[in-house]
């Protein structure tokens, strides 16, 4: 059964950082997505299986920066300079039929995480 378990979530201060962990059951092709208060779950980021390919959405490129160890089976979302606008519930995912190239689209994810608050201060 695949298990995604995420950490590292919190409060900061805007311009601080954070970095997030997805430890997996194994090895995925994997996303993170977020979701504000009302708002519809967001896209952030994605990483190839092979960890060669990643993909931003266009809000967080720059400051985002996403990567995996194989070896432990994690994901990391590291989060620079962050702003009030990007709390919310950060989700991990993973497509477990995808072996080449990113998933950007949230249907294509068919495993996720339980979640963690990262919230921005002012």
């Known amino acids: 059964q695949v298990q995604l378990v995420e950490s590292g979530g919190g409060l900061v201060q805007a311009g601080g950082s954070l970095r997030l962990s997805c430890a997996a059951s194994g090895r995925y092709t994997m996303g993170w997505f977020r979701q504000a208060p009302g708002k519809e779950r967001e896209f952030v980021a994605a990483i190839s299986w092979s960890g060669g390919t990643t993909y931003y959405a266009d809000s967080v490129k720059d400051r985002f920066t996403i990567s995996r160890d194989n070896a432990k089976n994690t994901v990391y979302l590291q989060m620079n300079r962050l702003k009030p606008e990007d709390t919310a519930v950060y989700y991990c995912?993973?497509?477990?039929?995808?072996?080449?190239?990113?998933?950007?689209?949230?249907?294509?994810?068919?495993?996720w995480g339980q979640g963690t608050q990262v919230t921005v201060s002012s």
């Open positions: 995912a993973a497509d477990t039929k995808k072996w080449v190239g990113v998933a950007l689209k949230r249907a294509e994810y068919d495993r």
